[in-house]
């Protein structure tokens, strides 16, 4: 992916060096032992991503951006190791290679949060405890870290009763106000963007309503930080469920939205054509008619339904919206997913003008 992203070859080797020499040893043993991960279906500890050029002439936008992400894993004990000293580590002069950029007040949100959400771990992680960090690739050659913090889930029984009594926050919770304490920390003037979330979810029914299931954060200086709250419903997955939780029930109402709801719209028709947005048809009810398949996956990982994240920005009163399709999930192969998106270009004049050009650019990574 280096390669055809074409970085040059002095940076290529600066990020295999420091997978190879740094991150492969945080990937677990050889043998699967422990819990695996929830990043994948497989339970596989890594996660990649990439961005195609997709602007009028590609040669304006050659390099891709690329990122992935882990799940830290002891290599001996299958144990899921603790965030701050991974992070800590990470951002060490031996740690980072001198690659990692990140000064040590880049860390002081991922290490308030790690704290609120799990007060009494210590260094091999605390019960429930599950974290993420993803690494950016740029062209001149330095890696920007970020993080991603799973909330312990709320347990329901037995003996872990007593540990769900000290959660400040519990995976799949529906109530936000307990975050407010957190953001006192992070930037109180996160707060009033937060409680325009609560006001939404106040409102809607108790399936309709977003799931925490992720909080991330940058490692950057905390005047240029954001906070995303990943949320999942219970169910709703219609266009009109989309557009609802995307503008938080109409509060995110501007030209600039509606623009964007437009463009949505139009991606989702062309990705979705059987629950087309005048349908009004759930698209897991339309699957299961089409195919009868069940989601595949746990329940801390479903792989069904819509997933969102909101930015909350220091010293702004807006939230920031995002919507991941799965279309791995609900479209019937690959060809028909680039096929879609090369229309979904075509039509705002961008991409190379070839024929099948987003295939080429899949394949070639």
Request: charged share 25%; glycine share 8%; proline share 6%.
């Amino acid at each position: 992916m280096l390669d055809t992203a074409e970085f040059s070859i002095s940076s290529q080797v600066s990020f295999l060096t420091f997978v190879y020499a740094r991150l492969l040893g945080m990937m677990g043993p050889l043998e699967a032992t422990g819990p695996g991960s929830l990043m994948t279906f497989d339970g596989s500890p890594v996660e990649l991503s990439w961005v195609i050029p997709s602007k009028a002439n590609t040669r304006d936008c050659q390099r891709r951006q690329l990122r992935f992400a882990i799940e830290p894993i002891d290599p001996r004990s299958g144990r899921l190791l603790r965030a701050n000293e991974v992070l800590r580590y990470l951002t060490s002069s031996k740690g980072s290679l001198g690659l990692v950029r990140c000064d040590r007040s880049a860390l002081d949100w991922s290490m308030i949060t790690q704290h609120f959400l799990y007060p009494d771990g210590d260094t091999e992680g605390s019960e429930g405890e599950r974290f993420f960090i993803g690494f950016d690739f740029s062209p001149s050659g330095d890696i920007v870290l970020k993080t991603y913090y799973l909330p312990a889930p709320r347990p329901t029984y037995g003996a872990f009763l007593h540990h769900a009594k000290g959660l400040n926050l519990g995976l799949w919770d529906s109530d936000y106000r307990p975050l407010r304490d957190l953001l006192d920390c992070l930037d109180p003037s996160l707060v009033d963007s937060l409680n325009m979330m609560i006001s939404y979810v106040d409102e809607v029914n108790d399936l309709s309503k977003p799931r925490l299931q992720i909080l991330s954060m940058d490692c950057v200086p905390n005047e240029v930080n954001r906070l995303k709250l990943y949320c999942r419903p219970t169910s709703g997955n219609s266009w009109r469920d989309a557009r609802r939780a995307f503008t938080l029930g109409g509060r995110l109402a501007s030209s600039k939205m509606n623009r964007a709801l437009a463009r949505l719209e139009t991606l989702w028709n062309l990705l979705f054509p059987f629950t087309a947005s005048d349908s009004n048809r759930d698209l897991d009810d339309a699957l299961l008619q089409r195919s009868g398949s069940c989601h595949r996956g746990t329940a801390d990982h479903p792989t069904g339904g819509l997933l969102y994240y909101y930015s909350l920005v220091p010293g702004s009163d807006m939230v920031l919206p995002k919507i991941y399709l799965p279309v791995a999930r609900y479209c019937s192969n690959d060809l028909f997913i680039t096929q879609a998106l090369e229309k979904f270009h075509a039509i705002d004049g961008r991409g190379s003008g070839e024929r099948d050009w987003v295939s080429r650019e899949v394949a070639a990574a």
